[in-house]
């Protein structure tokens, strides 16, 4: 399945992440590997794209991190703040709205799992 | 998820605070682990923030590894590390807090402008040093194109370097030199004693006239010739080698071969003007002898000799050429009173009139402040001091070895040895850029050098008196005030400049005293035509004086008074009070200022003439 980069990825890559985290908290492998497996390796983003986009939606404030040293291997778990819920919301409105103008147009007709 | 050991995922010195993850004991392959710390090292991020990263990266392959991939597997599905390592630093400073990240982007500002500003500076120091500074003309042959020429026989020098060996007086340390300073330490007067031990005695210092009579008509020969021709600018040669020690005559030619010498201005060798000096005392001697013998106008010969030399010796006008020439004509005009007060018989009519035309003979120009040869030495320091742009204008830029010739001026010691150590270089070449920056350029050195030179210059005729009670000039008035800026921004100026402070008061006194003679010769005249002193100056015009003269301190007509047996001209002089005047020490010159002590006025008038029969108030202490 070939993967969605660039511009693209930029804009759905933080609301994916956000997406998920909005189940329950996830760290960073975790992450990556949901990504692809519940979008069908679209959203498979490279792993050193994940990271940065972490630290930069925590520096945001629409998440928040702790680390889990209780397991065999210490986690560092991310969840979504009310900010990020916030976003969220306010982002699945747009990916709507852009899906259904796409539709409309012909160009496509589901893009699954990204957005409810 | 939970746990017992759970804490906040900070790491970064934002909300979360400073606190940095611990780091865990890897269990990652070793390939692993450096993949992660080449990541790690291209944050280039603080150590909590590359703590928290490197804990996250750990976690990350060893969940990896722990699914079942490989270690390549692993590290090729994460993805570039300089790429990684570029976005998490961004990503990191993100993190962090507003004034954290103000203070990162002033630091690399900071970082950045120092950065630039040291460049620049670095920059700056090796364009000085590519530009060092190039003289571009010869101070010696400067002087040279503005001396007099003349045929070889109408060039005094020629015959001074014969006549002053003969006389003794020479920097040589030999029989005839000792002699002539016994004479030169005689009394000087009839029917006194020398002023110290080693003194000639009166009738010693006749005879010695007497002896050499042939070589003073020799001097005054000589004296009248036009041209001085001292070799300022080819050298002393072997042809003078009478009169100076040899190690003098290879310094001048040393100084006129080597033009790669700095400051040669400053090292023209005048060691004629000591030897002129004391002729000016030798004539003075013989002319105190011919009146003493009723032969007034052999005397008159002598003070014209002396009068003569001192014009010869402002050829070129070097500032002390100028004090030595006017100290000369102080030894003429003072010794022309002292014999008019004392052997006044002496003088015929036609003599007195000679000897006030001697007074007059010096050229105003001669006689007021001119710094043709002050200027060319300055100048000279300055292109040795100052790159040249080209246009006028040029940096402050000395070599090491002229940072230790302005250190030797301003320790007072010009010539002595001032070699600097390797260390005092380095630390010359650190600061030369600063310097350049800080220092008056070239342009305005020499600018306010020149504002310097005329304001001083617009006082050239103006009267003791006058220069006295003048605001001071205010071109240096930073300097004088002690403006430590000022005086660091213009060195050059600063070390130099006070040297021509009182050159106009110098040449002032001059041209007073001058005046006098002329005044006490015009007196003794009126009394012989008249058969009694006159009752004013203005009764000498114009028949014995072309105008009326004026007292140089107050600005009004001199004090005169008499009663048939005594009779005064007199200034205020320099206390500018009338004391009705009075013959006290001082009385004797127009600038009577103590010798010892904070220099001040002594409370006394300048006598110009009396004649008492005395000649006691001139050998006053």
């Not at chain 2, 500074?133 to 005094?156: G, T």
């Not at chain 2, 006295?468 to 004088?480: M, S, V």
Request: aromatic share 8%; proline share 6%.
């Amino acid at each position: 399945m070939t993967t969605i980069e660039g511009e693209f990825l930029r804009g759905a890559g933080p609301v994916a992440v956000l997406k998920l985290l909005e189940r329950g908290e996830m760290y960073g492998y975790e992450l990556v590997e949901a990504l692809e497996r519940r979008t069908d390796g679209i959203l498979a983003m490279g792993q050193s794209t994940l990271y940065p986009m972490l630290y930069n939606l925590e520096a945001k404030g629409f998440i928040a991190a702790r680390w889990d040293e209780s397991g065999a291997r210490p986690r560092k778990y991310y969840r979504l703040t009310a900010d990020g819920r916030r976003k969220l919301a306010a982002d699945a409105k747009s990916w709507h709205r852009l899906t259904v103008a796409m539709e409309a147009l012909g160009l496509t007709s589901s893009i699954p799992g990204v957005v409810a | 998820m939970s746990g017992a050991k759970i804490h906040d995922g900070g790491g970064n010195p934002g909300a979360s605070g400073h606190r940095g993850r611990s780091p865990h004991p890897s269990t990652l392959p070793p390939e692993v682990d450096g993949f992660i710390e080449q990541v790690i090292r291209g944050t280039r991020l603080r150590k909590a923030e590359r703590d928290d990263v490197r804990a996250e990266l750990t976690s990350h392959f060893a969940e990896a590894l722990a699914s079942g991939a490989s270690a390549a597997a692993a590290m090729a599905s994460y993805g570039d590390p300089k790429d990684s390592a570029r976005a998490l630093r961004a990503a990191a400073i993100a993190k962090r807090s507003a004034i954290d990240r103000a203070f990162g982007r002033a630091l690399v500002a900071t970082g950045w402008t120092v950065g630039v500003v040291v460049g620049a500076y670095v920059l700056f120091a090796l364009y000085l040093a590519a530009n060092a500074p190039r003289p571009s003309f010869d101070p010696i042959e400067r002087v040279a194109e503005r001396l007099p020429v003349a045929p070889p026989d109408q060039v005094a020098w020629a015959s001074y370097r014969k006549i002053l060996p003969a006389l003794g007086l020479t920097g040589h340390q030999d029989g005839a030199n000792a002699t002539a300073d016994r004479i030169d330490a005689g009394p000087g007067w009839p029917g006194r004693k020398p002023t110290d031990e080693a003194g000639a005695t009166w009738d010693e210092q006749v005879a010695w006239c007497d002896t050499h009579s042939a070589d003073l008509a020799r001097l005054r020969a000589a004296s009248a010739l036009p041209v001085l021709g001292f070799p300022y600018a080819t050298g002393l040669t072997e042809l003078d080698a009478a009169l100076f020690e040899q190690g003098v005559i290879e310094q001048s030619q040393a100084l006129i071969r080597d033009k790669d010498r700095p400051w040669r201005a400053f090292g023209i060798m005048l060691p004629h003007l000591a030897s002129v000096r004391q002729c000016a005392r030798v004539l003075a001697l013989d002319a105190t002898v011919a009146a003493s013998r009723g032969q007034g106008a052999a005397a008159v010969d002598d003070l014209a000799a002396i009068v003569a030399m001192s014009m010869q010796v402002q050829q070129p006008r070097f500032l002390i050429c100028d004090l030595v020439a006017v100290a000369m004509r102080a030894v003429a005009a003072q010794r022309a009173v002292m014999l008019l007060e004392a052997m006044p018989d002496a003088f015929t009519d036609a003599d007195l009139a000679r000897l006030q035309a001697v007074m007059r003979s010096v050229p105003a120009e001669l006689a007021m402040l001119e710094l043709w040869g002050e200027r060319i030495g300055f100048e000279d320091a300055v292109q040795w001091v100052y790159s040249d742009d080209g246009d006028g204008d040029g940096f402050f830029n000395p070599t090491t070895e002229n940072v230790s010739m302005l250190s030797s001026i301003d320790a007072g010691s010009l010539g002595s040895d001032n070699t600097m150590s390797s260390m005092q270089s380095v630390m010359v070449s650190l600061v030369r850029p600063g310097a350049a920056i800080w220092m008056a350029g070239r342009k305005d050195m020499m600018d306010f050098y020149d504002r310097w030179c005329e304001e001083l210059t617009a006082r050239r005729d103006w009267t003791l008196g006058t220069l006295a009670t003048a605001a001071p000039t205010q071109t240096d008035a930073p300097l004088r005030a002690g403006d430590a800026v000022f005086k660091s921004r213009y060195l050059l100026a600063a070390l130099l400049l006070p040297a021509i402070d009182k050159a106009n008061t110098v040449l002032a006194a001059d041209r007073a005293q001058r005046e006098a003679v002329d005044v006490a010769a015009a007196c003794v005249r009126f009394r012989r035509a008249k058969g009694a002193w006159p009752t004013s100056v203005a009764a000498l015009v114009p028949a014995y004086l072309p105008s009326t003269p004026v007292d140089p301190w107050s600005g009004k007509a001199p004090g005169i008074k008499g009663d048939g047996a005594t009779f005064l001209v007199w200034s205020v002089g320099e206390d500018m009070v009338d004391q009705g005047g009075d013959l006290s020490a001082g009385s004797q010159s127009p600038r009577a200022r103590q010798t010892s002590g904070p220099e001040r006025a002594m409370a006394c008038d300048w006598v110009w003439f009396a004649p008492t029969g005395s000649v006691d108030r001139w050998f006053q202490e």
